[in-house]
């Protein structure tokens, strides 16, 4: 598996990119496909079923949305998220969708999209099908598509391919050790090895517009996160709070207080994520579950590090994307796989990772820091029977040797609660303990202790 740095940074929309955005572009896959095969002009009706964690949770991430509008040929990073409620009280009152935006078919949403809460797919939990029929309801396509994280989608007939990049580059890596390597024996940082990689696919000029654009993404929806207010879509009523916190942090900009800055960063962090919860425009970091940690660290970079610029911030996307790159290949970044602390876990680790190397770390503080942060995600209290097989896997993605166990501390034995004495025990027995106690010298109370003389 061959990555880019706009496999792991994708331009999309909330609440989620496993749930939402790969539903997305799997459906106008599925409709790409039936105009390559010359069955488009036939299509009567198009069904779909959603199974795994798509149909137990799909409803309340927006999957049957995303659906719809991948069938129209919505691409995620091009639609227009404010015109989204009017095109499904269109396709609601018609009865009818556009297939690519040209082809007119029936299609009721509540009988075409189908939530399977209790069926899974063998490759992995977010699976669909796509079934088109002609009129006569003879099928003309049958497609089995999985979203596994990150925005990723994989067709049934080829479950590892997961990018289009196909040239060679000059840096290939697959662990963090072969990484590390690769820098050191050429001289060169994470995010200069991802440029010269990079530049096998596009060119330089390309490459940093694309990552300029994924900074301005960033930037666009933190903003919007601080201004708007209202609640959030869904039956819990939640309020939004990131516009009311700014307001406040803005009105406290004379605060000499050292934890300033943290306050910022938490507050950039739940714009973004109030904005993605929204079904507003994010970018994936490396999930939209995970989306607001990236950003809020590289608003900290620009803001609070002496001499910070447009080409650092390439650089942090590049170094970060670099490490994603990592996880997305060893182990996971899916939620419905690692769960929200791992996707949590890695973007803790990217975002580490990335402002060590636009900080002048070295070659291997980057990766030192990642590491640093991913850990504690990964063995939380209260889940300490895997943390033996987490702290593993960590070492598996870094590439490192295996880690010898830490020594443990030494606990007390536990003393067992000394049973009730029965009634009935005999008074002879209560009485010869008494006298076997008698003969025992009496501890002095505490109250009554004195300090040892000294001589």
Excluded at 306 to 319: I, K, S, Y
Excluded at 415 to 439: D, H, K, L, Q, V
């Amino acid at each position: 598996m061959r990555l880019s740095v706009f496999d792991i940074f994708k331009i999309g929309i909330g609440p989620s990119s496993s749930h939402t955005v790969g539903p997305m572009k799997a459906a106008r896959r599925f409709a790409e496909a039936l105009e390559r095969g010359g069955a488009f002009e036939r299509v009567a009706r198009v069904a779909v079923e959603l199974y795994g964690s798509l149909g137990h949770t799909g409803k309340g991430h927006g999957t049957d949305v995303a659906v719809l509008l991948g069938l129209e040929g919505e691409l995620p990073d091009r639609t227009d998220v404010d015109a989204v409620p009017a095109r499904l009280a269109r396709i609601g009152a018609a009865g009818e969708l556009l297939l690519l935006g040209r082809r007119p078919i029936a299609f009721r949403v509540a009988d075409q999209i189908v939530f399977h809460r209790r069926k899974s797919l063998p490759l992995h939990s977010n699976g669909m099908r796509f079934v088109a029929t002609d009129g006569a309801g003879a099928t003309l396509l049958e497609r089995v598509y999985y979203s596994v994280g990150g925005g990723f989608v994989v067709d049934e007939s080829d479950p590892e391919k997961a990018s289009a990049a196909a040239r060679p580059v000059p840096y290939p890596f697959k662990t963090g050790a072969e990484l590390l390597e690769r820098c050191k024996t050429n001289g060169l940082s994470l995010s200069t090895l991802v440029l010269e990689n990079e530049k096998a696919l596009s060119s330089e000029a390309e490459v940093r517009a694309g990552v300029l654009a994924l900074v301005e993404a960033m930037r666009a929806c933190v903003r919007r996160g601080c201004e708007r207010e209202g609640i959030l879509p869904g039956g819990l009523k939640v309020k939004r709070r990131a516009a009311s916190l700014h307001r406040r942090l803005r009105a406290d900009a004379s605060s000499d207080d050292p934890l300033n800055a943290m306050d910022w960063v938490n507050l950039w962090a739940l714009a973004v994520n109030e904005e993605n919860a929204a079904g507003g425009r994010v970018v994936t970091a490396p999930t939209n579950g995970a989306a607001g940690i990236v950003p809020a660290v590289l608003h900290y970079y620009a803001r609070w590090v002496p001499g910070a610029d447009d080409d650092g911030a390439v650089r942090f996307l590049l170094a970060a994307a670099a490490i994603g790159m990592l996880y997305k290949m060893n182990a996971s970044i899916s939620g419905a796989e690692v769960g929200c602390q791992g996707e949590v876990g890695v973007a803790c680790s990217m975002a580490a990772g990335a402002l060590a190397e636009v900080m002048g770390g070295d070659q291997r503080g980057a990766p030192r820091a990642a590491r640093r942060r991913l850990a504690p995600r990964l063995a939380p209290q209260g889940d300490r029977d895997d943390a033996s097989n987490r702290r593993r896997h960590v070492d598996e993605v870094q590439g490192d040797r295996a880690r010898r166990p830490r020594r443990q501390r030494r606990r007390a034995p536990r003393t067992r609660a000394r049973a009730p004495r029965s009634p009935a025990r005999s008074e002879p027995t209560r009485a010869a303990r008494s006298a076997r106690g008698a003969t025992r010298p009496r501890a002095i109370p505490l109250t009554k202790a004195r300090p040892c003389a000294r001589s």
